[in-house]
C-alpha cells in the first residue's frame, strides 16, 4: 500500500508580516502577499496531490472549511489568516473547475459566546473571502442542521450537522498551526468540531469538550473525511493557544489527503511527538488515517529542516491568579483546562491582579467533586461554581452550603462549559467592577 502523502512548503517571507506580528500587530493586506500565497498554495497543492484537478472535479461544488475558532481579529493570530483565505478563494476560483467556492464556519466561542457572522466580521474572514471571489460566505449557526448517525464511533455516536457541509461536493479542511491547551494542538483534525453546533450551555460541542476530547475528535471525523486537508503556518502559535499564546513566524504550508497524516507531521515540526496529540493517536488506531511518520511520505521541505519546538500550552488552572483560588479535586479536564483558558485571558485583560485581589478579595471557584472542600471558606466572598457535575457527587452539600455563606454566586452549568473560556474572564472583570475596579 503507498504511504499518504504531506507536503511541507516554505512560503519565503511576506511583505505584510512585519506589520501583522508585534510589536507593531497590525494587519495589513499588499496584492503581492496575495499573489504569492496563491503561488504557494499551488506548489504546496501540486506537490501534495499532483494538481488540484486530482481534488476537485468539473461543476463541483467546494467548501473550505477554516479555522474560524474565535470572535478575534487576525491580530489575535487565534484565526486562519486572511490572506490565506483570500488566497485560496482565489486560486480555486482560477485554476480549479470548481462551480462555486464556499466558506463557511461556526466558530467555538467568542467575547458572546461565539456566533459566526460577528466573528467573520472581526476575524477579517468575510471580506478576505468576498474579495478572493467566493460565491457563497455561510454562516453555519444560521444554517439549516441534519441529523447524522455516526456508525462505528465509540462515543459521540449521533451529531447534529451544519448542512452546508454535507452539501459541498468537496471539503478543504483549512486549520491554522496552533497549540491548544485541551489537544496539546489545533490542527485538521481539531477544526471539525466547527460543522457541529455550539449553543451554551449543552449543546454538542460542549460535550465534545470533555476528557475524552480526544476519542470525541475522531468520532467526529467519521462524519465527513475532508478531501484536503491545507495548513495556514505563516505565522503559527505556541504556548497558551488558541487563543492567548504567542504568534511564531513560521512561513510554512502543509497539505495532504489524509488529516491524520498532515496532522502528524505538523506536530512533529512543531516539535511534538505524534503520540502526545490524543486526536492523532486515536484516529490512527480508530483506522482513519496514518499517524507515524516513518509511513507517511513528505514531500518538499524535510521536517527536520523546518522544525520549531513549540512551547506547550499548559492546563492548570490553579495558582495562577493572585487571590483567585481553583478549588479542583474529582475535576476533569473538561472545566479544569477551562478555567485554565479564562484565566489566562483574565491575565491578560490589563487588570492589576494585585489591584483585583485588593478589592475583590479572596475568589473561590469550584467544579466536580471537592469532597475536601470546606464551606466556610467562601463566606462572605465571591464564588464561582463551573460545570454540572459536582452535583452528582457525595460533595454537593459541601458547594449548596458554600454557595449559601457566600457574598455572590457565579454559576457556569454545562459539562464540559467550554464557554468559560470567554465568559469566566468577562464575569471576574464584572467583580472588579462591583467591588470598585475600573476596567
Ligand atoms: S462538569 Fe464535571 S465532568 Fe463535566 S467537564 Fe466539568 S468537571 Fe468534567
Redesign the pocket.
Known amino acids: 500500500m503507498s504511504k499518504p502523502k504531506v507536503a511541507i512548503v516554505k512560503t519565503g517571507e511576506f511583505k505584510g508580516n512585519k506589520e501583522f506580528l508585534p510589536p507593531t500587530k497590525k494587519f495589513v493586506r499588499y496584492n503581492e502577499d496575495i499573489e504569492q500565497v496563491k503561488a504557494k498554495i499551488e506548489e504546496t497543492i501540486d506537490l501534495a496531490v499532483g494538481g488540484i484537478d486530482n481534488i476537485v472535479k468539473p461543476g463541483e461544488t467546494v467548501l473550505i472549511k477554516p479555522n474560524l475558532a474565535f470572535q478575534a481579529p487576525p491580530e489575535s493570530y487565534s484565526v486562519v489568516d486572511p490572506r490565506v483565505i483570500e488566497g485560496m478563494v482565489a486560486f480555486l476560483k482560477e485554476k480549479s473547475q470548481a462551480s462555486e467556492v464556499w466558506v463557511g464556519d461556526n466558530p467555538s466561542l467568542g467575547r458572546h459566546v461565539g456566533r459566526a457572522r460577528p466573528a467573520f466580521e472581526a476575524a477579517g474572514m468575510k471580506a478576505a473571502a468576498e474579495r478572493g471571489g467566493a460565491d457563497r460566505v455561510i454562516y453555519f449557526d444560521e444554517e439549516e442542521l441534519v441529523d447524522v448517525e455516526i456508525p462505528n464511533a465509540k462515543v459521540f455516536k449521533h451529531a447534529k450537522v451544519f448542512k452546508p457541509f454535507l452539501d459541498a461536493d468537496r471539503v478543504i479542511n483549512l486549520p491554522k498551526l496552533k497549540t491548544h491547551l485541551a489537544g496539546t494542538v489545533t490542527l485538521g483534525l481539531k477544526n471539525w468540531q466547527g460543522i457541529i453546533p455550539n449553543v451554551h450551555p449543552s449543546d454538542q460541542q460542549q460535550g465534545a469538550h470533555?476528557?475524552d476530547l480526544g476519542q470525541k475528535m475522531s468520532d467526529v471525523y467519521r462524519i465527513r473525511k475532508a478531501d484536503l486537508t491545507f495548513i495556514d503556518a505563516i505565522i503559527g502559535m505556541e504556548g497558551q493557544g488558541p487563543h492567548v499564546g504567542t504568534p511564531v513566524e513560521m512561513n510554512l504550508f502543509f497539505a495532504g489527503t489524509d488529516t491524520v497524516a498532515v496532522d502528524a507531521v505538523a506536530s512533529s515540526v512543531m516539535g511534538f511527538e505524534t503520540v502526545e496529540i490524543a486526536a492523532v493517536r486515536i484516529t490512527a488506531i480508530d483506522g482513519l488515517g496514518e499517524a507515524d511518520i516513518s509511513k507517511i511520505e513528505v514531500v518538499g521541505t524535510p521536517v527536520d529542516q523546518v522544525r520549531r519546538f513549540f512551547k506547550r500550552p499548559m492546563n492548570d488552572p490553579t495558582g495562577l491568579v493572585p487571590g483567585v483560588h481553583v478549588m479542583a479535586q474529582q475535576?476533569?479536564p473538561?472545566?479544569f483546562a477551562n478555567v485554565r483558558g479564562g484565566l489566562d485571558l483574565f491575565n491578560v485583560s490589563g487588570i492589576d491582579t494585585a489591584d483585583f485581589n485588593k478589592k475583590a478579595g479572596d475568589v473561590y471557584i469550584v467544579?466536580?467533586g471537592v469532597p475536601d472542600f470546606d464551606p466556610e471558606l467562601v463566606r462572605g466572598k465571591y464564588m464561582f461554581v463551573?460545570?454540572?457535575?459536582w452535583k452528582y457527587f457525595p460533595s454537593r452539600d459541601k458547594i449548596e452550603q458554600g454557595m449559601k455563606n457566600a457574598k455572590k454566586v457565579i454559576e457556569h452549568p454545562g459539562?464540559?462549559p467550554v464557554y468559560i473560556f470567554a465568559q469566566l474572564n468577562g464575569d471576574l472583570q464584572s467583580v472588579y467592577q462591583e467591588a470598585g475596579g475600573t476596567v
Open positions: 470533555r476528557i475535576t476533569c473538561g472545566c467544579a466536580g463551573e460545570g454540572d457535575c459539562c464540559a
